[in-house]
């Protein structure tokens, strides 16, 4: 068996001789290059082609966020990027980077507490971040997914049914593909869009704000006891560590118990979405590894409600859409590009009607 070719990308020669001696001393990862700039990032990547590159962001000549957008658009590898979460500019310039095609996030190794626990941690996300397929492949689904309603459920149409609010849930690879949703939806929409994403604390504390400065709608952070109706237009998104969900036309925030060891939960919020808006409610599940989300927007789908999931080809992960998929829980199955525009042409009901 073949060993997992990785570069590691760090200007700190202190951090990068310890991401190294990480590194070697496994005997599933094989060391092939290391960089102190994103020019040499680049260069390495182009010689070797890894399976994986840690990146760090902050660096000198190049950065690890430029680098980044270079690599992905000419010659894509798996991205893990390495990255202190000191400061707004860095966190930032991390969800550009993970917009931009970097597949997972890990918080820069500190020199205090404990170095062998994260260690282990850095070395488990290598390896599955290397298994991910960046490249683009031909478009395609599979046949066994059916499209048919599960039993019980009739077919939406968009003429006859009109919605009160979208929700939308996302893991890897969720921090491009939100920004494509948004991006593609026009300035006239007008409902209330509730969102999930899971993000690795503390990357998270920034990110509503990163994408309120992306898009041309307002985003940020659900508060508790907010009317859903008050919000129309405006994304609010679950924050970091608590479960978002609704209740009687409010938001709702919980330190309730990991749903599929996630905590904010796309089962949580897509599930109360089912009870509380029944047929008025859209939902949208984005890339993602695992199975959040799935049942909560079969959920929605037997309430008469609207769900899209995305597809293989344009998803980084085919984990959470493909499982709901399976589930017969989307009564639409489309390329990421296509999701903005369908959702924009969802007709709105009167703000705050729920079932």
């Known amino acids: 068996m073949s060993r997992i070719k990785v570069v590691i990308a760090e200007d700190s020669l202190t951090v990068r001789k310890r991401l190294i001696e990480i590194v070697s001393a496994d005997p599933e990862l094989e060391l092939v290059g290391e960089a102190a700039d994103g020019k040499e990032a680049i260069e390495l990547v182009r010689r070797y082609r890894p399976d994986v590159l ?5 660096m000198p000549l190049m950065t690890g966020l430029a680098a980044t957008e270079y690599i992905m658009a000419h010659f894509p590898v798996p991205i ?4 202190a979460s000191i400061n707004r500019g860095e966190l930032y310039r991390t969800y550009d980077a993970l917009a931009a095609g970097a597949v997972d996030v890990i918080e820069k190794l500190t020199g205090e507490g404990n170095d062998e626990a994260w260690a282990k941690d850095y070395l488990a996300t290598l390896k599955l971040v290397s298994r991910i397929r960046v490249i ?8 066994s997914i ?7 459920v009739a077919p939406v149409a968009l003429a006859q049914q009109k919605y009160s609010v979208a929700a939308i849930g996302a893991s890897t690879g969720g921090p491009g593909a939100i920004l494509d949703v948004l991006n593609g939806l026009p300035d006239s929409f007008s409902l209330p869009i509730l969102f999930v994403l899971h993000i690795s604390e503390p990357f998270g504390t920034a990110f509503a704000d990163w994408l309120d400065g992306q898009t041309g709608r307002r985003v940020s952070y659900a508060r508790e006891g907010d009317l859903v109706s008050a919000a129309a237009g405006k ?5 970091p560590g608590q479960h978002l969900s ?3 036309g409010r938001l709702r925030l919980s330190l309730e118990a990991e749903r599929h ?16 808006y029944g047929p008025a409610a859209c939902a949208t599940l984005l890339t993602g590894m695992g199975r959040d989300g799935a049942a909560g927007l079969l959920k ?5 409600g609207l769900t899209v999931a995305q597809d293989e080809a344009s998803s980084v992960i085919y984990g959470m859409p493909r499982e709901a998929a399976l589930l017969g829980a989307a009564t639409h199955i489309l390329p990421l590009s296509e999701i903005g525009p369908f959702l924009g042409r969802v007709p709105a009901s009167p703000m705050g009607q729920r079932r």
């Open 54 to 58: 840690s990146m760090d962001m902050m």
């Open 80 to 83: 893990l990027v390495v990255s």
């Open 136 to 143: 683009t492949h031909p478009r395609g689904r599979l046949s």
């Open 146 to 152: 059916p499209q048919s309603p599960p039993p019980g």
């Open 235 to 239: 994304v609010l998104m679950a924050p």
């Open 246 to 248: 609704v209740r009687e």
């Open 261 to 276: 060891s996630c905590r904010p939960s796309v089962d949580v919020l897509f599930e109360s979405i089912a009870r509380d």
């Open 300 to 304: 929605i789908r037997q309430a008469g």
